[in-house]
């Protein structure tokens, strides 16, 4: 089916019964599975589905071992490091489970030029050269002006500058491009309609097609990395892994020239009143990245600091390829300005303890851009 955007392909299918054919999996499917990845024979969607499912759990260890020597074949053993810079907290969207949801009453701010070259510079001199921008959703205080002119500020400082902002349409993500920017990561959130609706209940946000369709505009125009996820903690993880790997198979057979990128953050607290978090468990977790690895071979897989220090070192090596490092989520947080973070991360280690940590385990730290490097 030749589509234009993923969301003619989401519509296709019902989320309950996505849900339904991954419990619907057998340790017998798992086998098979892992069967043909020994004989070598292309996998396809139905053995993702097979991995991801929970009968795959009792096979943990073996599909551990084939994500890692998948991740050393693709990527070596190199790490890619980068840090968020938040360029404000001003939103007009409510997400009930984010801490800058438009209700939420906090100090709200957005970086001015000077307070911007000053986390650049903080952020250089401690190494980092590959940076990711992050805004909340507000049009008129940080509209494509501002965005565009903050690229161009970052790009006299970093050799990469990704952006997670709110969607856009496909010329502005060009007027980025052409500023600079080289990655997009729009992250959807919850494929599950009905909870994209229950959550999302105010502003541009609230338009869950035009954001499942962001990261097809966002290949048109030509970004190098798109970056796509689901928010763990939502709606049934199950669905959401199913449709996630829906579409990076779409992104991936439509846009060849970009490299897909997934990751799966897990909920963490946040300023406001959300309470209505499905654990994931870190033996879940692990499965998922694992199946990603093991079927999406040549995606990156990014792993945040909302992960604990621990389970981050646990995994390293067995399918991630980029963690974030001695993050930061609120606007002039690297300068110490006293404003309100997006969410509390969990590993608080600088740049310096996460490098020695990749080192100590025989894995090479990479500040500047691999993809460009290896390009
Ligand atoms: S998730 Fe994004 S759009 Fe939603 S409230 Fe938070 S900053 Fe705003």
Redesign the pocket.
């Known amino acids: 089916m030749n589509t234009e955007n993923f969301s003619e392909v989401f519509a296709l299918h019902r989320f309950s019964e996505a849900v339904e054919e991954v419990n619907s999996r057998t340790p017998g499917d798992v086998e098979v599975t892992l069967h043909s990845i020994s004989s070598g024979r292309k996998l396809n969607f139905s053995d993702f589905l097979s991995l991801i499912s929970p009968s795959a759990d009792s096979y943990l260890e073996e599909l551990a071992i084939h994500s890692k020597e998948i991740t050393l074949e693709r990527f070596g053993k190199a790490i890619q490091l980068y840090t968020p810079l938040y360029l404000s907290?001003e939103?007009r969207?409510?997400?009930l489970?984010?801490?800058?949801?438009?209700e939420n009453r906090i100090p709200r701010k957005t970086l001015s030029e000077e307070e911007l070259r000053r986390e650049a510079e903080i952020l250089k001199d401690l190494g980092f050269r590959h940076i990711l921008v992050l805004?909340?959703?507000d049009y008129s205080k940080t509209p494509l002006k501002y965005i565009k002119r903050s690229i161009e500020i970052l790009k006299e400082y970093f050799s990469s500058v990704s952006i997670e902002i709110?969607p856009m349409k496909e010329e502005d993500y060009s007027e980025l491009i052409s500023a600079g920017a080289d990655g997009l990561a729009l992250y959807q959130?919850t494929y599950h309609p009905d909870t994209y609706k229950e959550y999302?209940i105010r502003?541009v946000?609230k338009d869950m097609i035009f954001r499942l369709d962001g990261p097809d505009r966002g290949g048109r125009a030509g970004f190098r990395k798109i970056g796509i996820g689901a928010l763990l903690g939502l709606s049934a993880p199950l669905g959401e892994m199913y449709f996630l790997g829906l579409h990076a198979s779409h992104l991936l057979g439509k846009y060849w020239r970009s490299q897909i990128q997934i990751s799966l953050p897990r909920m963490r607290p946040a300023k406001g009143e959300f309470s209505k978090v499905i654990r994931v468990n870190d033996r879940e977790f692990a499965r998922f990245v694992f199946a990603f690895r093991i079927y999406f071979r040549d995606t990156g897989i990014v792993l945040s600091t909302r992960e604990s220090a621990e389970f981050r070192d646990n995994l390293l090596g067995l399918g991630i390829t980029q963690m974030s490092a001695g993050s930061k989520t609120e606007p002039g947080g690297y300068q110490g300005l006293d404003t309100l973070e997006?969410f509390e991360i969990e590993d608080k280690r600088s740049l310096e303890e996460v490098m020695e940590m990749i080192r100590n385990r025989g894995y090479d730290p990479v500040l500047k851009d691999f993809d460009k490097a290896i390009l």
């Open positions: 907290n939103c969207s409510s997400c489970y984010c801490g800058f949801s438009f805004t909340g959703e709110y959130e999302h502003g946000k997006q």
